[in-house]
Structures are given as C-alpha cells and as structure tokens.
Nanobody, 121 residues
Framework: QVQLVESGGGLVQAGGSLRLSCAAS????????MAWFRQYSGKEREFLAT????????YYADSVKGRFTISRDNDKNTVYLQMNNLSLEDTAVYYC??????????????WGQGTQVTVSS
C-alpha cells in the first residue's frame, strides 16, 4: 500500500506560480508511475500529467502543456507539480496518484486526499 499526501496548495494571483508536492509513505515510489489530476466541483477528475518510475517519460494534458511541469525525487519519495502562469481556470482540487503502469486516464491504484488551489484575479 502507498499513502500519498499532497501539499503546497493555496491562494495565488493570476499569473503566479505554485509548486505542489506529493509525499509518499508505505512503499517506495520508485516502482510506480506518478500522476497529477485536478477536479472541479461537480466534475470528474481531469488528467494533468504523469511521469514514469525513473522520470524518463512524461506526458501532459494539452490544457497544461508548457505551463506545468511534473518531476520526481525517488530518494525523497516525493513527486512535484510546478505550475506557472496560473489562471482562474486552474482553480480546483489537485490530486496525486500512483500506479504500476503509466497512464493518461484516471485508473490509478493509489490516490492522495487532494489539495485546494485557488487562483484569484
């Protein structure tokens, strides 16, 4: 079992940046692909980015490509999401996820509890 805890969310002005962290415990994440999703109120979770177990492969949703960067530090058992040039449309709850296979859908085995990101004008 892998437990995931997101942090780094908060309130930021439009055009600003945030870096989310996802700390894992229970098992080493070096065996897992890791991903970030977000969810708008009343909507399904939206895939944002994923990274392979060794960081060698990354995939992004078109909506965040060029603005968001996923990275990982297996020694720290942590995955990150650097978010730049944030807009009001980025306001959502952000989740990290882990799975044995890299995916661009929501069929990940393990999920964090989420962290709120609010972008203000």
């Amino acid at each position: 079992q892998v437990q995931l805890v997101e942090s780094g969310g908060g309130l930021v002005q439009a055009g600003g940046s945030l870096r989310l962290s996802c700390a894992a415990s229970g098992r080493a994440i070096s065996s897992y692909a890791m991903a970030w999703f977000r969810q708008y109120s009343g909507k399904e979770r939206e895939f944002l980015a994923t990274i392979s177990w060794d960081g060698g492969h990354t995939y992004y949703a078109d909506s965040v490509k060029g603005r968001f960067t996923i990275s990982r530090d297996n020694d720290k058992n942590t995955v990150y999401l650097q978010m730049n040039n944030l807009s009001l449309e980025d306001t959502a709850v952000y989740y990290c996820a882990a799975d044995s296979f890299i995916r661009v859908n929501s069929e990940y085995d393990y999920w964090g509890q989420g962290t709120q990101v609010t972008v203000s004008s």
